[in-house]
């Protein structure tokens, strides 16, 4: 599920707006079949937060049903906005050198930045030529050296801070 489609889920379930809710194509399963409450869940966010409840029969509900908490918790984090932008650099150690191989970077470490600003002005101070020791230059963060940095860090549960 998107961010739209949460946020605009979460909009029509606030306003009881069954036709949107159809519109977005959200499945809502519960009421007094779900183990005797009045709580729906909603079946399309069972893969971010798994099934909560056994789904024993088809029971129809309508809008003013939808109450779990667990649904709606995981419909509210995908919906807020994402964390703050950041703006990436790298520095190369050696200069600007690449294996001829695989083309991955040899020595380069990425440092994230508050603002472009800061970031352009962290790569003025690098090395004067592409060739120089401590070469610095800005990289997309849709870079995919860098992705898997991120990834890697964020897999081995290490603090980022240290990518500044």
Known sequence: ??????????????SKDYDALRKLGIRVYGNKG????????????????GECNPRLASNSCGVEEIG???????????????????YYAMEWGMGRA???TTGNRYGVSYRAFPSSAERDAWCEDGGDFTTSAGWREAVRASDPELRRTLEWYRTHSLDLTCLH
Request: charge should be positive; hydrophobic fraction near 50%.
């Open 34 to 49: 779900r183990m005797w409450t009045n709580t729906a869940c909603i079946t399309n966010l069972d893969p971010v937060k």
């Open 98 to 100: 690449a294996c001829a």
């Open 68 to 86: 779990c908490p667990k649904c709606l918790a995981a419909l509210t984090a995908i919906a807020s906005p994402a964390t703050a932008r950041k």
């Open 1 to 14: 599920m998107t961010k739209y489609t949460a946020q605009a889920t979460l909009a029509a379930i606030a």
